[in-house]
């Protein structure tokens, strides 16, 4: 097996990205696995594996993963959608819906204050 190297690593998040683009999101988190073995403080490619693990239905590694993104950059607004989303689809609505309002309240993406829904009844 060849060394692995900074540039085997670029090589292996880009590859990622493209199988994540391509529905292929078990094939990703495997190629991340090595950058982030190589490289645990990487936030992008944590990201990356944790959308990975929400595409392929992995909702508690993805839960997780945006966690400890979430750590490192709490101002990270597409981390807390994201997270929402997974508690969403592991329906959990009461934690979704904070990480809902906490994305819109940093970056007021339509998106994100719709699923916000700041209007909607408590």
């Known amino acids: 097996m060849p060394e692995s190297s900074p540039e085997t690593h ?5 590859a990622a990205e493209h199988l994540l683009a391509a529905r292929n999101p078990r094939g990703a988190v495997k190629l991340l696995d ?3 073995a190589a490289h645990p403080e990487n936030t992008a490619a ?3 594996r944790a959308r990975a693990f929400f ?3 992995q909702l508690r590694s993805a839960e997780l993963e945006f966690q400890l993104v979430l750590e490192r950059e709490p101002d990270n607004a597409f981390a807390h959608f994201a997270l929402a989303r997974t508690y969403e689809r592991a329906l959990r609505a009461d934690r979704a819906k904070r ?3 906490l994305a819109a309240a940093l970056d007021p993406k339509p998106e994100y204050l719709a699923a916000a829904q700041f209007d909607a009844d408590e």
């Open 55 to 57: 595409a392929s239905a």
């Open 46 to 48: 944590r990201l990356l």
């Open 34 to 36: 090595s950058v982030i």
């Open 99 to 101: 990480h809902f309002r």
């Open 10 to 14: 670029i090589i292996d998040y880009r």
